[in-house]
């Protein structure tokens, strides 16, 4: 079984910046997708992005293009996801999950880690 923490979320006004941080722990996860999601009270959870093992591949949901980057480090066995330009509709807590291949992940399948709370105020 594999466990994630989250880490890095709080509160920031619109227009700043916060980087989540997503430490895996646990059976080998080598060679699978990693992501991040988030949801907000009476919305639908949302695939916001994801990366391939090897980092090559990226993925991101439209409304977050151009604002966050996703990146890893395999050697801490990390996943970050950077915020940059943050808008009030970006408050939700979001949630790392990874899962054997991006399609399952972007399913929303796969193992999640706890959340982390973030709160963008205008």
């Known amino acids: 079984q594999v466990q994630l923490v989250e880490s890095g979320g709080g509160l920031v006004q619109a227009g700043g910046s916060l980087r989540l941080s997503c430490t895996a722990s646990?059976?080998?996860?080598?060679?699978?997708?990693m992501g991040w999601f988030r949801q907000d009270p009476g919305k639908e959870r949302e695939f916001v992005a994801g990366?391939?093992?090897?980092?090559?591949?990226?993925y991101y949901a439209d409304s977050v293009k151009g604002r966050f980057i996703i990146s890893k480090a395999n050697a801490r066995n990390t996943v970050y996801l950077q915020m940059n330009n943050l808008k009030p509709e970006d408050t939700a807590v979001y949630y790392c999950?990874?899962?054997?291949?991006?399609?399952?992940?972007?399913?929303?399948?796969?193992?999640w880690g706890q959340g982390t709370q973030v709160t963008v105020s205008s």
């Open positions: 646990g059976r080998s996860f080598s060679g699978h997708v």
């Open positions: 990366i391939s093992w090897s980092g090559y591949s990226t």
């Open positions: 999950a990874g899962n054997v291949e991006i399609g399952a992940l972007r399913a929303g399948t796969g193992y």
